[in-house]
């Protein structure tokens, strides 16, 4: 067992899954994601094939986006609630880490991964990812667990991985990073993406573009409508 920092503060990967308050836990689900984000970064680097190495990419990118706006619609709230004095620093921190991973992903979309400066295009996409997981596994996750009980670290845990299943596929750098304005971007851009991903599948990139413009008008009345009922829930 790794000995406590000196503020007392021990990184998730230094703690058993007990510790972390057991498998559904947000400490252990974050853990898990970033392992498998790590996985794809260095099956990417292992692998000649350009094309093989674009499929890894598009992987990678589309767990990447859904793991980070679960964090910006779940987790981040639930930090600035219970670390009011620290929370708004915390996050803010890694939401420009987001905002610059978006960025980036948007850039490598239509890229191909034979051209000049793909290769440090990923890079810098890479290691962003690498620094926003240390920065939660290694700082966030430890204070939010010294202050959170393990059934609100599971709650927590089990609405995260409710919006990530749920979440945006593809970049959009011009969505709040916040609640409320995320949530509601998110439903109508959560629609055009899966419409958008099953059409590319099927038909090809041109298509998947008118496909998912159509979805996108649907997905915004239902996110109106959405709106509308909490407000009169209020």
Do not use: C
């Not at 790590?38 to 890894?56: I, N, S, V, W, Y």
């Not at 239902?222 to 709106?227: N, T, V």
């Amino acid at each position: 067992m790794t000995n406590p920092r000196g503020d007392g503060l021990r990184p998730v990967a230094d703690q058993s899954e007990d510790e972390r308050g057991g498998p559904g836990s947000i400490l252990s689900r974050q853990s898990r994601d970033h392992a498998d984000l790590d996985a794809l970064m260095r099956a990417h680097d292992a692998e000649t094939d350009p094309d093989a190495r674009g499929r890894l990419v598009a992987e990678l990118a589309e767990r990447a986006l859904r793991h980070a706006f679960a964090e910006e619609t779940v987790l981040f709230p639930a930090y600035r609630h219970h670390l009011p004095e620290q929370g708004e620093a915390l996050t803010a921190h890694i939401e420009g880490d987001h905002q610059r991973v978006n960025e980036l992903l948007v850039q490598l979309q239509d890229a191909d991964p034979r051209s000049a400066g793909y290769d440090a295009l990923v890079r810098r996409t890479f290691e962003t990812i690498r620094h926003d997981a240390r920065d939660e596994e290694d700082d966030l996750l430890p204070r939010l667990q010294r202050v959170a009980s393990p059934q609100e670290l599971r709650a927590i845990g089990a609405a995260w991985e409710v919006q990530r299943r749920t979440s945006p596929t593809r970049p959009h750098p011009g969505v709040p990073r916040r609640p409320p304005g995320n949530v509601l971007a998110g439903v109508p851009l959560a629609v055009s993406d899966r419409v958008k991903d099953a059409a590319e599948h099927l038909l090809g990139p041109r298509a998947a573009r008118g496909a998912g413009r159509a979805a996108a008008v649907a997905g915004g009345a239902l996110a109106l409508g959405l709106a509308v009922r909490a407000l009169r829930r209020r």
